[in-house]
Nanobody, 128 residues
Framework: EVQLVESGGGLVQAGGSLRLSCAAS????????IGWFRQAPGKEREGVSC????????YYVDSVKGRFTISSGNDKKTVYLQMNSLNPEDTAVYYC?????????????????????WGQGTQVTVSA
């Protein structure tokens, strides 16, 4: 019953923008932590950003600070990742994931093992 679906990926030129969406069914994001992860070819999956609405906390890895913005919709069913100033190094499959414990998005960061539900991923390709 719990399901996450990503959308919004595509092909853009360097310097362009994309807005990814993560839609939830079977639960609402209130009291959950929502994370965005990505996996490039030949590399391990890594965390990009997370949000916890319960304590109004957001986290970004250094490589995307100032370029990406994570936000949640008022319906508690959607989370967005606005990606600006994209470069080829951002090319990857992007996944959204949910943790039943909101505190797994904190000043200590976030890790894959703490996230319980995963979407199918959406491809982001940035050309030079």
């Amino acid at each position: 019953e719990v399901q996450l679906v990503e959308s919004g990926g595509g092909l853009v030129q360097a310097g362009g923008s994309l807005r990814l969406s993560c839609a939830a069914s079977g639960f609402t994001f209130d009291d959950y932590a929502i994370g965005w992860f990505r996996q490039a070819p030949g590399k391990e999956r890594e965390g990009v950003s997370c949000i916890s609405t319960s304590d109004s906390y957001v986290y970004y890895v250094d490589s995307v600070k100032g370029r990406f913005t994570i936000s949640s919709g008022n319906d508690k069913k959607t989370v967005y990742l606005q990606m600006n100033s994209l470069n080829p190094e951002d090319t990857a499959v992007y996944y959204c994931a949910a943790s039943r414990h909101f505190y797994y998005c904190s000043g200590s960061g976030f890790v894959l093992a703490d996230y319980d539900y995963w979407g199918q991923g959406t491809q982001v390709t940035v050309s030079a």
